[in-house]
């Protein structure tokens, strides 16, 4: 059975940073693309970060470009989102799932609250 976990979330200040875990059992995240995508309320969803699993790269979405940063332990079987300088616009549930398109992506975790607010 398999099962994805995102964990991390919470309160933060504007500047402040959080950072987000993707942990997976019943497969090696290794062999996946893992993406990161958020919805905000009474938004779309949308995509924030994605590392491959051909090469390593990591992309970004404009808006986080600078302040995010997505890497894996594979040792861990985990990926991470290292959330720096966030905004209040960065407040949103946000998910980890199986590709960088979310329409592609097989597994998708529950999700974690992120709120940056004074």
């Known amino acids: 059975q398999v099962q994805v976990v995102e964990s991390g979330g919470g309160l933060a200040q504007p500047g402040g940073s959080l950072r987000l875990s993707c942990a997976a059992s019943?497969?090696?995240?290794?062999?996946?693309?893992i993406g990161w995508f958020r919805q905000a309320p009474g938004k779309e969803r949308e995509g924030v970060s994605c590392?491959?699993?051909?090469?390593?790269?990591?992309s970004y979405a404009d808006s986080v470009r600078g302040r995010f940063t997505i890497s894996r332990d594979n040792a861990k079987n985990t990926v991470y989102l290292q959330m720096n300088s966030l905004k209040p616009e960065d407040t949103a549930v946000y998910y980890c799932a199986t590709d960088c398109s979310d329409y592609r992506a097989e597994y998708w975790g529950q999700g974690t609250q992120v709120t940056v607010s004074s």
């Open positions: 590392i491959r699993s051909s090469d390593g790269s990591a």
């Open positions: 019943g497969i090696t995240l290794d062999y996946y693309t």
